[in-house]
């Protein structure tokens, strides 16, 4: 079985090891554009070692985002600066990705910055009307959305089209589309917040739908070169909301739609679940999907240590490893890994001279 630090390959596209930079939205966006932080912080992940590095959430619309703060990819100026971004992480061996989102009735909300104001930023204070499967509120302290028209779907599709085509040429290798957390897509999957009687809502079938579709319309934009990841919740974690099951059954539909890996995480959707946060407590919804649905996945939640995210991947439990918050206490983890688990890895040229013996410099892409 792979290590940590074996390669992986996925549709001709080589990580140079298994470790992945986690989603993490950085509230730091004016507009929606990238900017020195979003150049540093994912930059620094690069140098770090990490074998791909998604982006945050970016909003595929102005109405998609989180909060006012967070990155956005609505029109071509937006990847500018992330082509740039990209362009110097490639430099640093690392496979840049894009996580492309809508947060749905999630919209329109305060930053997740602690000590600062939570829950619904008002219109009258720079935020907008949110759109939903359903005219159902996350909770009371979220907006009210209203629910989405069917040719408001149909442009929802399209704008991720759009932006994955976009990403694709700004130099992404990995589209990842965000349909966990209970964001849009989500909110489109979990029978709790879909009460929608068209084709978009009450089976199954018509619950993921606007997704399936989505994969699929995206694939078939994108070169054969491009890998595209959908991140799923596998769980929300109450009963009769969605669950491990239904994940299973979406990932093999998502398999013929073009889909190359899921990204598993869970909940998100639910206001008040409860969650048995443990060490890798999501890593055996990874497990499941894989082995059942045949398809490559990652896992993800609570991986901080060396030794459990290689045994992970020896057990076959996943095909990638990805992490956040570890990443954020130490952007160069992937370096430091290397030295835990006895393997050889390659660090930025100019970092050389603080490398084990016998280091090698960084290879560009
Ligand atoms: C600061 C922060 C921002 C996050 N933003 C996103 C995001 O934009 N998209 C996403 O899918 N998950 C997001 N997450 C969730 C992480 O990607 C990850 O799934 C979660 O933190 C569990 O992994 P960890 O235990 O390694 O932190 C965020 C997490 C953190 C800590």
């Known amino acids: 079985m792979p290590h940590l630090f074996d390669r992986y390959t996925i549709r001709g596209v080589t990580l140079r090891n298994r470790i992945v930079v986690s989603p993490m939205c950085e509230y730091s966006s004016e507009d929606g554009f990238a900017n020195d932080w979003h150049f540093v912080h994912l930059g620094s992940r690069a140098v770090g070692g990490a074998g791909l590095v998604l982006t945050e959430a970016a909003a595929v619309t102005p109405n998609g985002r989180i909060s006012p703060q967070d990155l956005g990819v609505w029109s071509e100026k937006h990847f500018e600066p992330l082509a740039r971004l990209?362009?110097?992480?490639?430099?640093?061996?690392?496979?840049?990705?894009?996580?492309?989102?809508?947060?749905?009735?999630?919209?329109?909300?305060?930053?997740?910055?602690?000590?600062?104001p939570t829950g619904e930023v008002k219109p009258e204070n720079g935020g907008w009307q949110v759109v939903a499967p359903s005219a159902i509120p996350f909770s009371k302290a979220y907006p009210q959305p209203k629910e989405l028209t069917l040719a408001e779907i149909a442009d929802l599709r399209a704008a991720f089209v759009i932006a994955a085509a976009r990403s694709y040429e700004a130099g992404f290798r990995v589209i990842e589309l965000h349909a966990a957390h209970g964001y849009l897509f989500h909110e489109f999957l979990s029978p709790l917040s879909n009460r929608r009687t068209d084709q978009y809502g009450g089976s199954f079938e018509n619950r993921i739908r606007i997704l399936t579709e989505t994969a699929a319309e995206v694939r078939a934009k994108l070169p054969d070169g491009a890998v595209l990841f959908v991140r799923l919740s596998a769980t929300d974690w109450v009963p009769g909301g969605w669950d491990a099951e239904q994940t299973v059954e979406l990932a093999r539909k998502l398999k013929t739609c073009g889909v190359d890996l899921i990204d598993v995480s869970t909940a998100g959707n639910v206001e008040k679940a409860e969650i048995p946060v443990g060490p890798g407590y999501?890593?055996?919804?990874?497990?499941?999907?894989?082995?059942?649905?045949?398809?490559?996945?990652?896992?993800?939640?609570?991986?901080?240590?060396?030794?459990?995210?290689?045994?992970?991947?020896?057990?076959?439990?996943?095909?990638?490893?990805m992490l956040a918050r570890e990443l954020l206490r130490d952007p160069y983890w992937p370096l430091h890994a290397a030295q835990a688990l006895g393997h050889a890895t390659t660090w930025p040229a100019q970092y050389l001279r603080a490398a084990p013996k016998g280091s090698t410099a960084h290879a560009a892409l």
């Open 86 to 116: 990209n362009h110097f992480m490639a430099g640093q061996g690392a496979v840049p990705g894009i996580q492309l989102a809508h947060a749905g009735r999630k919209a329109s909300t305060h930053r997740a910055f602690p000590g600062e």
């Open 282 to 321: 999501q890593t055996p919804f990874a497990e499941k999907v894989r082995r059942e649905a045949g398809i490559a996945t990652s896992a993800v939640g609570l991986i901080t240590d060396p030794a459990q995210a290689d045994h992970i991947l020896r057990t076959g439990q996943a095909d990638l490893v």
